[in-house]
């Protein structure tokens, strides 16, 4: 990548020094002065990871208020996997918010939105007759899944697993397992959502696919009988659970069971998605054909854009204006996803997806840390799961000291799991070899000393 030097602007892009550079502390002034304003002006239920404040932001780095320029290993929850501002996207969103901004799709329609359909139609995994409906945000496309589901089957129950993220709207939330921070004081949540156990290979015993699959469908006939499920939803790798890529063989007898008792099998993409695991979407890689695919963060370079997508006999089950909403499939998002969604299919983003798991694990397999319980995940999506060696209990508390070492440092790094023992490493595939193994260091570094 040829490095355009644009350190006095604020302009973003892959054009910003690609580098770690530290000018203050971290928070420096500038941000702690704009933090204090947030903490007067924004509710407090809204957290803050890392509070430097951002002014630009490109290729492998944030560079805040205080002009500190830090390595980005979270991409924004796996959203800017394309790269912050990537030039094509921001003129694509150029050029669309010059000609309209918004017309609301279901009013009067534009082609942008159809060509995304088309694209996603074309790009998930199967070559059955497909349709797409697109949303604002990951929960309101877990949503619609859900509603297609139940129109399609007349069916109610939907069942998620152990350790599930599936967003903060009433019925995410009912689907996501996790009590704090996201359904604490909440409820009540959703009716008609049952928990099934997880294959979670490090922490089931060993369970073979087939065998946690067993045990996950026996539990869901004896308590709920397909009878009256709709649908099954499960991230083919899970995100904010904590990086779980479930032993091989458990995806695949989901979807064969759900296919044989007519209950919708939905695999929530929103993280694994769009490039992220070094296939366009992670249900590649045991070759399972989901009947429907909720899709969000990496499909537009950071607009916000959700889409649902899957068999035609299933997405057409809801009748004309049953799914919509004011700002779906906004026209500026979609000229975003549509100059993403070209990144994806010809630029060589897979492969360098896979190159950075390998740099990944050739990192921490270095380091060799007892305290590393696994390395786990798939080309971006990456995680080591902390542990007390003598135990092998969760350290939840030496996983927050590495992440608030590593901010201090430098990195934005981001953690996960069921018991906050996950530091998790989600880089855009637009970051440089060298840029990744500076922040990979540093987190070793950090490692090291807490
Ligand atoms: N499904 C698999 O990972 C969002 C949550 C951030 P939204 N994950 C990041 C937070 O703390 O709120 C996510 C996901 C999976 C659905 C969602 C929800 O997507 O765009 O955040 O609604």
Same mark, same amino acid.
């Given at each position: ?204 015993? @060993?369970?073979?696919? %087939?065998? $946690?699959?067993? #045990?996950?469908?026996?539990?869901? /006939? +004896?308590?709920?009988? &397909? !009878? ?118 010809? @630029?060589?983003?897979? %492969?360098? $997806?896979?190159? #950075?798991?390998?740099?990944?694990? /050739? +990192?921490?397999?270095? &380091? !060799? ?82």
């Amino acid at each position: 990548m040829t490095l355009v030097d644009t350190t006095a602007s604020t302009v973003g892009g892959p054009g910003l020094p690609q580098e770690r550079r530290l000018v203050t502390e971290i928070p420096g002034p500038r941000s702690r002065e704009i933090h204090a304003r947030k903490q007067a002006a924004v509710a407090n239920g809204v957290g803050v990871t890392l509070p430097v404040y951002i002014t630009a932001a490109g290729g492998g780095v944030v560079v805040d208020a205080d002009g500190n320029s830090l390595i980005d290993l979270g991409s924004g929850i796996a959203v800017t996997t394309v790269g912050n501002s990537a030039p094509e996207v921001a003129a694509a969103v150029t050029a669309q918010v010059n000609a309209f901004t918004h017309t609301c799709f279901t009013i009067t329609g534009y082609e942008g939105y159809v060509e995304v359909a088309e694209a996603l139609n074309r790009l998930t995994p199967g070559d059955h007759a497909k349709r797409s409906a697109l949303f604002n945000s990951g929960a309101e496309a877990v949503e619609n899944a859900i509603k297609v589901a139940r129109s399609y089957t007349g069916k109610q129950a939907v069942v998620a697993f152990d350790h599930a993220y599936h967003g903060r709207t009433n019925l995410t939330m009912a689907l996501t397992a996790k009590s704090m921070p996201y359904k604490s004081g909440f409820g009540p949540f959703a009716p008609e959502v049952y928990r099934a156990p997880l294959s979670y290979p490090l922490r089931d015993g @060993g369970l073979t696919g %087939a065998e $946690a699959a067993k #045990i996950a469908i026996t539990q869901i /006939e +004896k308590q709920i009988g &397909a !009878a009256n499920l709709a649908a099954i939803i499960i991230e083919p790798i899970l995100g904010e659970g904590g990086f779980i890529v479930p032993a091989e063989g458990f995806l695949p007898a989901l979807v064969a069971w759900a296919n044989a008792n007519d209950v919708v099998f939905i695999a929530d993409e929103v993280q694994s998605g769009f490039g992220r695991t070094g296939d366009m979407f992670a249900s590649e890689h045991e070759g399972i054909v989901p009947d429907l695919v909720v899709t969000a963060k990496g499909i537009a370079g950071g607009l916000p854009l959700s889409a649902i997508t899957g068999r035609a006999e299933i997405m057409d089950a809801p009748h004309a204006g049953g799914l919509g909403g004011t700002y779906t499939g906004n026209p500026l998002a979609c000229a975003a996803a549509l100059a993403a969604i070209e990144l994806y299919e010809q @630029g060589d983003l897979l %492969a360098r $997806a896979r190159r #950075i798991e390998e740099i990944i694990r /050739e +990192k921490f397999a270095a &380091a !060799a840390d007892p305290r590393i319980a696994e390395v786990r995940g798939r080309g971006a999506m990456m995680a080591i799961e902390l542990v007390d060696p003598a135990t092998g209990e969760p350290d939840a508390g030496l996983t927050s000291r590495v992440a608030a070492a590593a901010h201090a440092d430098g990195v934005v790094l981001l953690t996960c799991g069921t018991y906050g023992n996950v530091v998790r490493f989600l880089p855009s595939l637009a970051i440089s070899d060298e840029l990744l193994g500076e922040g990979l260091d540093v987190v070793i570094a950090a490692l090291a000393r807490a």
